[in-house]
Structures are given as C-alpha cells and as structure tokens.
C-alpha cells in the first residue's frame, strides 16, 4: 500500500499524491444472503458498481461487476458469493466504521 512509509516507492507515492486512497475486498460468512444482508444494511456507505467517486463505496461483484460471468469463471476470477468490495473515501473515518460495524453485524 503506497501510503505506508514501508512500501518501497513510498517516496515516489507521497510526490504524486496528495492523499493516500483504498480500495479493499473482504469476505463475509454466509455467502450471497449475507453479502445482501450488508448491501441492505449500509446507511453512510453508497452502493456502487465503479469506483470512480470521493464518497466511500462498496460492491457485491457476484450480482453487480461479474453478475454476467457463469459460477466457474466467478470462482476462477476469485469471485465469491460472499466478497464484497470497498473503494474508502473521504467521509469521516468513525463513521464509515460505524455503518460497517452496523451493517456487519446485523
């Protein structure tokens, strides 16, 4: 990650950038069901399919990105029933914590 003063071009990142971003994937437990249950459960956090905003976003690929992509090649692309995507932005960290918190846990 550019923004770590241990990443070897760190130097390089801080000339380019202004500010360090992330573009993160997890995995819930509960495969699709659970993925959906987070979608529905966000309330800060702005359902998106590209990650091209200063909002904070995040993506269900199996039914958004990849939904036209057959179960074999999802599994070989390394897409989950239950990965979800997360591209963070510029709201207030805590709050972005909370509504994962909420959704997460829900």
């Known amino acids: 990650y550019p923004g770590l003063d241990t990443f070897s071009q760190h130097e390089l990142a801080k000339r380019q950038m202004r500010m ?20 529905d459960g966000i309330r800060l956090v702005r359902p998106a399919v590209s990650f091209g905003g200063p909002e904070t976003l995040i993506c269900h690929p199996a039914t958004s990105t990849h939904v036209g992509m057959d179960s074999d090649s999802q599994k070989q692309a390394g897409i989950t029933a239950g990965l979800m995507r997360l591209s963070v932005g510029l709201e207030a960290t805590d709050d972005i914590i909370a509504d994962l918190e909420r959704a997460l846990l829900t």
């Open 20 to 39: 360090f971003g992330s573009v993160l994937s997890f995995e819930v437990h509960g495969g699709k069901d659970a993925a959906r249950r987070v979608m």
